[in-house]
């Protein structure tokens, strides 16, 4: 059965798009896995680092005044049907991924900006949810029921969601849909206040959702059944003195940890029970620790490739400088394969 997931945190400026970006990369690479990365973020970051090759290529091509479009089904025009009301569900076996390299079993469910747009309509559905409007229940279950049925039609081992740094209709209905979430953070007090707010807001989507799960099985509605399971946070962006993060990044790694374990963990466990924390986090809340990348987050965004595959001559990078930034990638890789293999588990 496919496994969905998300990394999810309310507050921005976290390297989600990248960390999934990177953790796609690693499931493919290093455990040999189908792995799907859907696009539900209307800024588009995620479509756009991994299909940057073709986007250039289309801009260059209507400059020259020619009519062009992306490949592929994008996210709003799967769901729009059905959100409008013209089918009972998306139509899974009419969406065309994308498959940016052929070598690799990697697969793209590209956004849209336009997909805004579903977030009244999510909002609208999910206040109608106890009601016995149906089509609003087909809305509100439109998300997962498709997540599912695509898994299925193409065996995937995971599916990868990439949602909005947003606390919205969309994002719920995509966080909802998983069985398993990260929450990157960066060490700063924003990310520590963040905490708060972010337990709050889970435990009443995973409370609300509770309450419904009975009566749609009833209507044999394709609901989530269950809650999703936090496996851990990613301490991100954060810079080191001699292999160890640096004392005011250590600060804030230490009290953002206290406080998941103080705040985040009981929240989730009241919410969802104890299955919906992973029990290594009880006493260790930090799946990773990826430091920050410097110069290669940069080089990486502008080559579309993962960190641990830029090649010297593309970089650009000489002597003691590539030699540095060459056992960076190298760390990198070692971390996004261990995260991978946790992610397997």
Known sequence: MTKIITLYNHKGGVSKTTTTYHLAHALVEHLGKKVLVVDADPQCNITELFLFKIIEELDERESKGEQTSLPGTSLKDALWPRLDGERPDVDVAGIDLIKPCDSEELYIFRGDI???????????????????????????????????????RDSFDYILVDVGPSAGALTRAFFLSCDEFLTPVAPDRYNFQAINSLSEILSKWISEQLDIVSDFKKLKLNIAEGTPIFKGLIMQRFQRHNGNAKPS????????????VEKLLPSLIDAGGKESVYPATLSSPAATAIPDFASIAPMMLQLGKPAW???KKETGWQGAVWDDRENAMQEIKELFFKLAELVDK
């Open 249 to 260: 990044y250590q600060l804030w790694i230490d009290k953002i940890s206290e406080r998941t």
């Open 309 to 311: 595959r830029l090649e």
């Open 114 to 152: 336009a997909l805004s747009e579903a977030e009244d309509r999510l909002s609208y559905a999910h206040s109608q949810r106890m009601t016995s409007d149906m089509h609003q229940k087909r809305n509100h279950i439109a998300i997962h029921d498709m997540l599912r049925r695509l898994g299925a």
